[in-house]
């Protein structure tokens, strides 16, 4: 593992005694803090470092925070999130630095962890590096740490989630953590895009005249996985003459293409995935009960990309790198109008409409800076958020609040007690928040866990 320089942070506070403690206790947490005492100083630093996030008092002794966010937002570069404190703030001065493109607005006196806890939410969405990251959310980091694990004890995984959500990105990380410095294949294969008539050729591979049209030997998905990993998606949808078939080849080791009689050994990795739910599958009989229990034995499930909003703008991020690099002669950057509206927007299809979301900006855009009209077809309100902050700051802090407790339940498996203790509330209290806001955890949606 490669040890990567700490998050650096913009502090713009003029108040000596605000200043020493943000700044004691951000670097205690591990960021990197340059601690500027006006504007002026606070543009120069802001347009040449490169910031993870920028905390910004609105009064300053040469002008305000929003002075200096518009300077910034009219040079038409790409900034880092600003998060503004004060102890003189009014709804509608709040409301419009949000429709600016601000990350949230803060009175003082805050709650100090609330403000760290968002400032390590924006930093890691920051997302320097491409790599193989899964995400920065809570529920990804955990899917992260628990793969190498899997990968060097498990021969099969099963996972599941909404389509688009990054399970095949999952499959391919395990494939890698699995055979680490090794050239080994990675066969994927969408089981409801094969028509049920073919399927067993295509899994089983068929011997030379073993029906019409096969004219020689074609080795089988299996066998081209020999080795390897063999990722089915959508295994929920595949004929339950074929489940029997698949049963048997996991119990055996072994297949028989069609038309043949040897026995073919095979030595792979399994990695299945479903946006269905197989107990209910199982229990209406459209799936196989033994199946069911041979391939549920390592369970990893994706929270849907409008749960885990700490991964939105990382994976935009991204995307936008990548096509950067596709065509260096471009220029394209999110400006934070357009980053407000990806973060609000619901995403239906997940990462997978993300990315094209973004392709579809970087090539529509007129200009360099992307806003939220390029992002989005016709017909689609980008501006989700506005209905919500539009001169009512306590619906927006609400959202805030009910984002923030579902991501600290979400990291602790959704256990009351852990999750009460680490906010610092009783149990009773959270279980009026979860009621007030509309939380409910996963058993409550009919999801074992």
């Known amino acids: 593992m490669t040890l990567r320089e700490a998050p650096r942070l913009c502090l713009v506070e003029d108040d000596v005694i605000m200043g020493e403690s943000l700044c004691d206790r951000f670097r205690l947490e591990g960021f990197a803090v340059d601690w500027l005492r006006d504007a002026r100083s606070a543009r120069r630093s802001i347009e040449t470092a490169a910031y993870a996030a920028v905390i910004s008092d609105i009064l300053l002794p040469d002008g305000t925070g929003e002075r200096l966010y518009r300077e910034l937002l009219a040079?038409?570069?790409?900034?880092?999130?600003?998060?503004?404190?004060?102890?003189?703030?009014?709804?509608?001065g709040a409301v419009e630095l949000l429709k600016l493109g601000a990350a949230d607005y803060l009175t003082k006196p805050f709650d100090l962890e609330q403000l760290v806890a968002k400032v390590r939410t924006l930093s890691a969405a920051s997302c320097?590096?491409?790599?193989?990251?899964?995400?920065?959310?809570?529920?990804?980091?955990?899917?992260?740490?628990q793969l190498p694990r899997i990968a060097a004890h498990a021969t099969s995984l099963l996972i599941s989630g909404e389509s688009g959500v990054g399970k095949e990105r999952i499959a391919r990380a395990f494939h890698e953590l699995a055979h680490a410095g090794q050239e080994r294949p990675f066969v994927a294969v969408n089981c409801s895009a094969i028509a049920e008539s073919l399927m067993e050729s295509?899994?089983?591979?068929?011997?030379?005249?073993?029906?019409?049209?096969?004219?020689?030997?074609?080795?089988?998905?299996?066998?081209?996985?020999?080795?390897?990993?063999?990722?089915?998606?959508?295994?929920?949808?595949?004929p339950l003459g074929m489940q029997s078939k698949l049963l048997r080849v996991l119990q055996e080791r072994a297949i028989v293409r069609v038309g043949g009689e040897r026995s073919i050994p095979v030595e792979f990795r399994l990695?299945?995935?479903?946006?269905?739910?197989?107990?209910?599958?199982?229990?209406?009989?459209?799936?196989?009960?033994?199946l069911y229990y041979r391939i549920n034995v390592i369970h990893?499930?994706?929270?849907?990309?409008?749960?885990?909003?700490?991964?939105?703008?990382?994976?935009?991020?991204?995307?936008?790198?990548e096509y950067l690099r596709a065509h260096p002669r471009e220029q394209r950057y999110l400006h934070p109008l357009a980053e407000r509206a990806l973060l609000e927007y619901p995403w239906p299809g997940n990462v997978r409409e993300l990315k094209h979301c973004i392709e579809r900006a970087c090539i529509l855009s007129p200009t360099?800076?992307?806003?939220?009209?390029?992002?989005?077809?016709?017909?689609v309100n980008p501006h989700t958020a506005d209905a919500a902050m539009r001169g009512n700051l306590n619906?927006?802090?609400?959202?805030?609040?009910?984002?923030?407790?579902?991501?600290?339940?979400?990291?602790?498996?959704?256990?009351?007690?852990?999750?009460?203790?680490?906010?610092?509330?009783?149990?009773?209290?959270?279980?009026?928040?979860?009621?007030?806001?509309?939380?409910?955890?996963?058993?409550?949606?009919?999801?074992?866990?």
């Not at 990695?271 to 009989?285: F, K, N, P």
Request: charged share 30%; aromatic share 8%; with cysteine.
């Open 271 to 290: 990695v299945l995935a479903t946006h269905r739910d197989l107990r209910g599958l199982v229990e209406s009989g459209q799936f196989r009960e033994d």
């Open 395 to 449: 619906e927006y802090l609400r959202e805030c609040e009910r984002r923030y407790i579902a991501a600290e339940l979400e990291r602790r498996d959704w256990q009351i007690a852990r999750t009460a203790e680490a906010l610092g509330i009783s149990r009773k209290n959270l279980w009026e928040k979860m009621r007030r806001l509309g939380l409910r955890g996963p058993e409550a949606e009919g999801l074992a866990r």
């Open 128 to 145: 320097p590096t491409d790599g193989d990251q899964l995400g920065v959310s809570p529920a990804m980091r955990a899917i992260a740490a």
């Open 368 to 379: 360099a800076a992307i806003l939220p009209e390029a992002c989005f077809e016709p017909g």
């Open 75 to 92: 040079l038409g570069r790409p900034l880092p999130p600003f998060v503004f404190i004060t102890g003189y703030g009014t709804i509608d």
């Open 202 to 238: 295509e899994l089983f591979g068929h011997e030379k005249g073993a029906f019409t049209g096969a004219i020689r030997v074609r080795r089988g998905l299996f066998e081209q996985a020999q080795g390897g990993t063999l990722f089915l998606d959508e295994i929920g949808d595949m």
């Open 300 to 321: 990893l499930r994706v929270p849907p990309l409008r749960e885990r909003r700490e991964d939105i703008l990382c994976f935009a991020r991204r995307f936008l790198r």
